[in-house]
């Protein structure tokens, strides 16, 4: 059952989205050769934790971090810890945050200085599959009409979207209906309605779209070793249009000290 969102919810949803905006930026700022994901963890919580909210994160079904960081070819769950940045990674990070009872979701791939050629344009492809599916989340549009358009983007590029992971509607609860493909045929799916709010959140990698998970049971890799980036905006279908809960408007690279 897709639970729709009255405007006043919607504005408090916006509300924890903002704290999660900032939190995106504070670790991005951090970003660079030397830092463990483990101090890119801290930093989030205890500012996420500054300003009234709560990691959505830390402790949901058991995962010990307050955000995921996944490097290189780890596609998503990154269980934060001892891995140091080098020059030339890619970092993907994906943050939730619970502010009055309502949760917003997001996440960018950050890239450790400068970056490859392959994972260069895979950053920029992913983040602009995601721009490209905004103005998908519209009234009468179809559910499919969204997953079409990131696809289209995607594989226009020559890069595969991963099919094993989808996005999902969220409001009080982390996940909540729809599941949300990043592939498939347009005009199909649920009829988009104001009120509902979804996590749009490609996940791209450079080679095949098969993934597999490690051992840890969290995290997940690109079945190849090829490079994989993330990027997720929570956004509320309203009767204006999409309005992204979670924007941001700068570049995906992160400068690296």
Known sequence: MIVKKTPEQIDKMAAAGDILVRTLELVGGKIRPGVTTKELDQAAETFIRSQGAEPAFKGYRGFPGSICASPNSMVVHGIPGPYELERGDILSVDVGVVYDGWVADAARTFAVGSVSAVASKLLETTQGSLFAAVPACAPGNRLGDVSHTIQTHVEAEGLSIVRSLVGHGIGREMHEDPQIPNYGPPGRGPLLEPGMVLAIEPMVTAGRHQVRMADDHWSIFSQDG????????????????????????????????
Do not use: K, M, Q
Request: net charge negative; glycine share 4%.
């Open 226 to 257: 090829s490079l994989a980036a993330h990027f997720e905006f929570t956004i509320a279908v309203t009767a204006e249009g999409p309005r992204v809960l979670t924007p941001w408007h700068e570049s995906a690279h992160a400068t690296a000290a």
